[in-house]
Protein backbone atom coordinates (compact mmCIF):
# COMPACT_ATOMS: atom_id res chain seq x y z
CA UNK A 1 0.00 0.00 0.00
CA UNK A 2 3.10 2.29 0.60
CA UNK A 3 4.55 2.03 -2.34
CA UNK A 4 0.86 2.73 -4.35
CA UNK A 5 1.03 6.04 -2.34
CA UNK A 6 4.34 6.58 -3.13
CA UNK A 7 3.89 6.50 -6.91
CA UNK A 8 0.89 8.49 -6.93
CA UNK A 9 2.79 11.09 -4.69
CA UNK A 10 5.95 11.08 -7.37
CA UNK A 11 3.25 11.29 -10.02
CA UNK A 12 1.71 14.33 -8.15
CA UNK A 13 5.51 15.19 -7.73
CA UNK A 14 6.56 15.26 -11.55
CA UNK A 15 3.03 17.14 -12.01
CA UNK A 16 4.32 20.01 -10.25
CA UNK A 17 7.59 20.07 -11.89
CA UNK A 18 5.27 20.16 -15.15
CA UNK A 19 3.90 23.31 -13.72
CA UNK A 20 6.97 24.91 -12.69
CA UNK A 21 9.20 24.31 -15.88
CA UNK A 22 8.12 25.30 -19.45
CA UNK A 23 10.49 22.61 -21.05
CA UNK A 24 9.17 19.75 -18.70
CA UNK A 25 5.61 18.52 -20.09
CA UNK A 26 3.42 15.40 -19.00
CA UNK A 27 -0.01 15.09 -20.45
CA UNK A 28 -2.13 14.46 -17.49
CA UNK A 29 -2.28 12.57 -14.52
CA UNK A 30 -2.14 9.16 -16.02
CA UNK A 31 1.39 9.65 -17.80
CA UNK A 32 2.48 11.28 -14.79
CA UNK A 33 1.82 8.08 -13.04
CA UNK A 34 3.32 5.36 -15.69
CA UNK A 35 6.30 7.81 -16.00
CA UNK A 36 6.61 7.10 -12.16
CA UNK A 37 6.22 3.42 -12.35
CA UNK A 38 9.06 3.77 -15.19
CA UNK A 39 11.20 5.51 -12.92
CA UNK A 40 10.20 3.55 -10.07
CA UNK A 41 11.83 0.42 -11.99
CA UNK A 42 14.57 2.24 -13.87
CA UNK A 43 15.81 3.62 -10.26
CA UNK A 44 15.90 -0.03 -9.00
CA UNK A 45 17.84 -1.82 -12.23
CA UNK A 46 19.16 0.65 -13.99
CA UNK A 47 20.61 3.57 -11.19
CA UNK A 48 22.80 0.84 -9.48
CA UNK A 49 25.01 0.46 -12.53
CA UNK A 50 25.28 3.82 -13.61
CA UNK A 51 26.27 5.02 -10.16
CA UNK A 52 28.60 2.12 -9.97
CA UNK A 53 30.28 2.86 -13.51
CA UNK A 54 30.42 6.59 -12.05
CA UNK A 55 31.76 6.28 -8.83
CA UNK A 56 35.01 8.16 -9.94
CA UNK A 57 33.28 11.01 -11.02
CA UNK A 58 30.47 10.93 -8.24
CA UNK A 59 33.36 11.26 -5.28
CA UNK A 60 35.34 13.93 -7.36
CA UNK A 61 31.88 15.79 -7.50
CA UNK A 62 31.05 15.06 -3.80
CA UNK A 63 28.13 13.03 -4.95
CA UNK A 64 26.48 16.31 -7.09
CA UNK A 65 26.84 13.97 -10.23
CA UNK A 66 24.01 11.84 -8.34
CA UNK A 67 21.69 14.55 -10.28
CA UNK A 68 23.03 14.09 -13.93
CA UNK A 69 22.51 9.60 -13.30
CA UNK A 70 19.17 11.33 -12.14
CA UNK A 71 18.62 14.01 -15.17
CA UNK A 72 19.78 10.29 -17.34
CA UNK A 73 17.10 7.90 -15.39
CA UNK A 74 14.23 11.20 -16.45
CA UNK A 75 15.63 11.01 -20.22
CA UNK A 76 15.25 7.30 -20.71
CA UNK A 77 11.83 7.30 -19.16
CA UNK A 78 11.17 10.39 -21.68
CA UNK A 79 12.45 8.29 -24.84
CA UNK A 80 9.94 5.19 -23.44
CA UNK A 81 6.92 7.23 -22.97
CA UNK A 82 7.94 9.69 -26.20
CA UNK A 83 5.50 12.93 -27.05
CA UNK A 84 3.59 12.58 -23.67
CA UNK A 85 6.90 13.14 -21.65
CA UNK A 86 8.79 15.89 -23.22
CA UNK A 87 11.83 17.13 -21.60
CA UNK A 88 13.42 19.84 -23.35
CA UNK A 89 17.56 19.60 -22.77
CA UNK A 90 19.68 18.42 -20.55
CA UNK A 91 19.42 21.71 -18.32
CA UNK A 92 15.85 20.75 -17.66
CA UNK A 93 16.63 17.32 -17.20
CA UNK A 94 19.42 18.46 -14.33
CA UNK A 95 17.30 20.87 -12.78
CA UNK A 96 13.93 18.83 -13.06
CA UNK A 97 16.61 15.89 -11.31
CA UNK A 98 17.16 18.38 -8.53
CA UNK A 99 13.34 19.62 -7.56
CA UNK A 100 12.44 15.83 -8.14
CA UNK A 101 15.01 14.69 -5.59
CA UNK A 102 13.65 17.16 -3.24
CA UNK A 103 10.12 16.03 -3.57
CA UNK A 104 11.15 12.59 -2.94
CA UNK A 105 13.24 13.05 0.49
CA UNK A 106 9.58 15.04 1.70
CA UNK A 107 7.53 12.02 -0.36
CA UNK A 108 9.99 9.78 1.71
CA UNK A 109 9.13 11.12 4.75
CA UNK A 110 5.47 11.15 4.47
CA UNK A 111 5.20 7.60 3.71
CA UNK A 112 7.92 5.68 6.23
CA UNK A 113 5.86 7.45 8.76
Do not use: C
Not at 9 to 34: I, K, P, R
Not at 60 to 74: C, K
Request: proline content about 2%.
Amino acid sequence: MRWIASLVLNALALMLVDYLFEGFTTNGFWVALLASVILAVLNTTVKPILVLLTLPITVLTLGLFLFVINAITLMFTQALLGEHFVIEGWFVAIIAAIVLSILNVVINKLTRD
